[in-house]
């Protein structure tokens, strides 16, 4: 993703000042401040992200997030935000066709909820290439996060089948170069109705995130995709 969006910003009217490797250099990130730089977008891993967002954040950096997987201490970004002044842009999955499917997705549990409890059941599936670190995709629990909050008789999730009836199963599958595939799949005795997004290149993941990157500056607070996109 990085070396996506360092070749697409200059497309999008935009200057990379600086690279940061998260392994190799990452106290490099105190050297950006403002106004050499207007905003950090971080797309690193799991381990390094909340310090890396954490960094920008007290230097006064805004700072757009793509990375997934460390999402126990967002509570923690959040409280920093307030306390900084600062601005955090955050989602699991920048696509707007991605976000799109977040939007209908929560649209479709809330009018499968009024059913009634059976009628339907529903789980969450998706598979990524072999090489990412996180499973499930932050992008699956986005949804799952969607459908708990519309369809009552799902109480959790659980990575893997679920155990029981309140239980929402979210499954992963790791498999070759895969980009990215999520479904939403209701099963009834009747009949199956399926709410699928397939990504074909990582472009336009980079395309949201520099979206994103020139709304956020000279805002402050923790915003997603839904402000972005006025969904």
């Given at each position: ?10 497309a ?10 998260q392994r190799a ?9 403002p106004p050499r730089?207007?905003?950090?977008i971080e797309?690193t891993h ?9 960094a ?10 793509g990375?997934?997987?460390?999402l126990p ?7 920093l ?8 842009f ?10 799109l499917?977040?939007?209908f ?5 809330a009018k499968m ?11 969450v599936r998706?598979?990524h290439?072999?090489?990412?670190a ?11 996060e969607g459908?708990?909050a519309?369809?009552p ?9 679920a155990?029981n009836?309140?239980e929402?199963?979210?499954l992963?599958?790791?498999r070759g ?6 479904e ?9 109705l ?13 395309d949201g ?5 020139a709304w956020?500056?000279?805002r402050?607070?923790v915003f997603?995709?839904k ?5």
């Amino acid at each position: 993703m990085g070396q996506t969006l360092a070749a697409l910003a200059p497309a999008h009217g935009h200057e990379v000042v600086g690279i940061v490797d998260q392994r190799a250099d990452a106290a490099r990130i105190e050297d950006f401040t403002p106004p050499r730089a207007d905003v950090a977008i971080e797309f690193t891993h799991p381990d390094a992200a909340f310090d890396n967002v954490a960094a920008c954040l007290r230097q006064g950096l805004p700072v757009v997030c793509g990375s997934t997987g460390w999402l126990p201490r967002f509570e923690e970004a959040r409280a920093l935000v307030a306390a900084t002044n600062g601005a955090l842009f955050y989602a699991s999955n920048f696509s707007v066709g991605v976000n799109l499917f977040f939007h209908f997705n929560e649209y479709i549990a809330a009018k499968m909820s009024q059913l009634g409890d059976g009628a339907y059941d529903v789980e969450v599936r998706e598979i990524h290439h072999i090489h990412k670190a996180d499973a499930p995709s932050g992008t699956a629990l986005t949804a799952a996060e969607g459908i708990l909050a519309n369809f009552p008789s799902k109480t959790s999730w659980r990575d893997g089948p679920a155990q029981n009836a309140s239980e929402l199963a979210v499954l992963s599958e790791r498999r070759g170069e895969v980009v990215g595939t999520h479904e939403v799949r209701y099963r009834s005795a009747h009949d199956t109705l399926e709410l699928r997004h397939e990504a074909h290149s990582r472009q336009g993941f980079a395309d949201g995130a520099l979206r994103a990157a020139a709304w956020l500056p000279g805002r402050q607070g923790v915003f997603g995709m839904k402000e972005l996109l006025g969904l």
